[in-house]
């Protein structure tokens, strides 16, 4: 059996969905929008815990290898239009939002949040305290620009109740960095981290391997420097090729990209690499450093996944706000329009923002749950299943013996489910490709 690609264009590398989300981003559809998300948001109960993630789509200039919905500007107009209209999104939501429900996360994402100005950080800040139930001791976690962050901008990140930072790093090989356009000097994030980290901020470092030019020896020398910084936090995720989606990566060269043999052999560097800094594996491929609340939760089998990763403990909706953004709530996902200039026009015209998503049938409820456990535990397990959905988490079972047949000598097929003893990411994201109902509908 041949695992069918998300989306096949002529790309050198195929693989397996990384599940952020079940459904994915890309079986999302038009049925699902602005009136669901009002809906949902109007519906959840009171005590819900909920995280709020603001995109700021937005960077100074445009890396070949991201796949992100941004756009480079270098005016503060755009800025400014765009807040304006997030401001009002932020406002529309509160009016829905029933009493008792609390905010205890607030994601900061791009782009690169850290392209505003100082002034515009601190009245984001205002907006979304002034208009929204953000439970005290809530903190700010901001994807943070490495070279973008001067000691005022700092100051407005601290006020905003900045945590926790997380820095894309991906690999500081000069021949790599100028390959993607994205030159980092090693110094400069050095000393980004120690400002950030003397001010009491936890650090996430986000590496990516199978970059064009990339090879064994630059990951190697890329994680000895990150763990020469010692973030509390590392993801090491693998570079994805798609330039339908993405066209800045048409500039990237295909025949300097690593295959899947070369790819493989750099994550595993890669994680060696980082367990010897003695840093803990958490899921497929994110590391945590001893003591940690994600290595914790992994050692508990407690760990979770989400829009953005692994978590230790997973809100009970999240609440995306921005264009492009994504939202979850128990009954579906909700995406927001991923053009800046229609998201603006849909919030001044006094409308949702929301275009696309997905409404959640028991079956999905069951499957989605199948595929968190494979990619936090590298294991179905049928009896936890089977005690939050009773006898109907069943619907999976011929899945999973169509995956230890056809991964025979890789997982192992108990009643109690199934596990995978492959310790790469790519085996347990096949098996859970398997279990993709909607990819199979699809195909």
């Given at each position: 059996?041949t695992l069918?690609?998300?989306?096949?264009?002529?790309?050198?590398?195929?693989?397996?969905?990384?599940?952020?989300?079940?459904?994915?981003?890309?079986?999302?559809?038009e049925?699902?929008?602005?009136?669901?998300?009002?809906?949902?948001?109007?519906?959840?109960?009171?005590?819900?815990?909920?995280?709020?993630?603001?995109?700021?789509?937005?960077?100074?200039?445009?890396?070949?290898?991201?796949?992100?919905?941004?756009q480079?500007?270098?005016?503060?107009?755009?800025?400014?239009?765009?807040?304006?209209?997030?401001?009002?999104?932020?406002?529309?939501?509160?009016?829905?939002?029933?009493?008792?429900?609390?905010?205890?996360e607030?994601?900061?994402?791009?782009?690169?949040?850290?392209?505003?100005?100082?002034?515009?950080?601190?009245?984001?800040?205002?907006?979304?305290?002034?208009?929204?139930?953000?439970a005290?001791?809530?903190?700010?976690?901001?994807?943070?620009?490495?070279?973008?962050?001067?000691?005022?901008?700092?100051?407005?990140?601290?006020?905003?109740?900045?945590?926790?930072?997380?820095?894309?790093?991906?690999?500081?090989?000069?021949?790599?960095?100028?390959?993607?356009?994205?030159?980092?000097?090693?110094?400069?994030?050095?000393?980004?981290?120690?400002?950030?980290?003397?001010?009491?901020?936890?650090?996430?470092?986000?590496?990516?391997?199978?970059?064009?030019?990339?090879?064994?020896?630059?990951?190697?020398?890329?994680?000895?420097?990150?763990?020469?910084?010692?973030?509390?936090?590392?993801?090491?995720?693998?570079?994805?090729?798609?330039?339908?989606?993405?066209?800045?990566?048409?500039?990237?060269?295909?025949?300097?990209?690593?295959?899947?043999?070369?790819?493989?052999?750099?994550?595993?560097?890669?994680?060696?690499?980082?367990?010897?800094?003695?840093?803990?594996?958490?899921?497929?491929?994110?590391?945590?450093?001893p003591?940690?609340?994600?290595?914790?939760?992994?050692?508990?089998?407690?760990?979770?996944?989400?829009?953005?990763?692994?978590?230790?403990?997973?809100?009970?909706?999240?609440?995306?706000?921005?264009?492009?953004?994504?939202?979850?709530?128990?009954?579906?996902?909700?995406?927001?329009?991923?053009?800046?200039?229609?998201?603006?026009?849909?919030?001044?015209?006094?409308?949702?923002?929301?275009v696309?998503?997905?409404a959640?049938?028991?079956?999905?409820?069951?499957r989605?749950?199948?595929?968190?456990?494979?990619?936090?535990?590298?294991?179905?397990?049928?009896?936890?299943?089977?005690?939050?959905?009773?006898?109907?988490?069943?619907?999976?079972?011929?899945?999973?013996?169509?995956?230890?047949?056809r991964?025979?000598?890789?997982?192992?097929?108990?009643?109690?489910?199934?596990?995978?003893?492959?310790?790469?990411?790519?085996?347990?994201?096949?098996?859970?490709?398997?279990?993709?109902?909607?990819?199979?509908?699809?195909?």
């Amino acid at each position: 059996m041949t695992l069918p690609a998300h989306r096949s264009v002529a790309s050198p590398i195929q693989e397996p969905p990384r599940y952020a989300s079940y459904p994915t981003a890309s079986r999302f559809g038009e049925d699902v929008g602005a009136e669901r998300f009002d809906d949902w948001l109007a519906a959840l109960p009171p005590g819900a815990a909920v995280a709020l993630h603001l995109h700021v789509p937005f960077c100074r200039r445009l890396c070949r290898f991201c796949c992100c919905r941004t756009q480079a500007v270098n005016r503060l107009g755009p800025l400014e239009a765009y807040l304006a209209a997030l401001h009002g999104e932020i406002e529309r939501a509160a009016r829905r939002l029933p009493a008792g429900v609390r905010v205890v996360e607030v994601h900061w994402l791009g782009g690169s949040p850290t392209i505003l100005t100082p002034a515009m950080m601190r009245e984001l800040d205002r907006h979304v305290r002034g208009a929204l139930p953000v439970a005290k001791g809530a903190g700010l976690t901001a994807e943070i620009e490495p070279h973008g962050v001067d000691a005022e901008r700092l100051e407005a990140l601290l006020g905003a109740g900045l945590r926790r930072a997380r820095l894309g790093l991906q690999d500081f090989a000069p021949r790599v960095q100028r390959a993607i356009d994205r030159e980092q000097d090693a110094a400069r994030v050095a000393a980004t981290v120690a400002a950030l980290r003397g001010r009491g901020v936890a650090i996430d470092a986000d590496l990516l391997y199978g970059l064009p030019l990339q090879d064994r020896a630059s990951v190697e020398a890329t994680c000895a420097v990150v763990a020469a910084l010692a973030p509390e936090r590392v993801g090491l995720v693998g570079y994805a090729h798609v330039p339908w989606m993405a066209k800045r990566q048409r500039a990237i060269c295909e025949d300097s990209l690593p295959g899947l043999r070369a790819r493989r052999a750099q994550f595993f560097a890669a994680a060696a690499a980082l367990r010897r800094a003695g840093y803990v594996r958490c899921g497929l491929d994110h590391f945590a450093r001893p003591g940690d609340a994600l290595a914790e939760a992994a050692a508990a089998r407690a760990l979770r996944r989400d829009l953005l990763g692994y978590c230790e403990r997973a809100p009970d909706a999240v609440i995306g706000l921005g264009a492009a953004s994504i939202s979850r709530f128990a009954q579906g996902y909700v995406q927001n329009v991923a053009g800046t200039g229609a998201y603006m026009a849909r919030i001044a015209a006094g409308g949702g923002a929301g275009v696309r998503g997905a409404a959640l049938r028991l079956e999905d409820r069951v499957r989605a749950r199948a595929i968190e456990m494979l990619l936090c535990e590298r294991a179905v397990d049928l009896e936890r299943l089977v005690a939050t959905f009773g006898d109907f988490a069943g619907v999976i079972e011929p899945d999973l013996d169509r995956a230890a047949e056809r991964f025979a000598g890789r997982t192992r097929r108990m009643a109690s489910g199934l596990s995978v003893d492959d310790d790469g990411p790519l085996l347990a994201r096949a098996v859970a490709h398997m279990l993709d109902a909607r990819a199979a509908r699809a195909a």
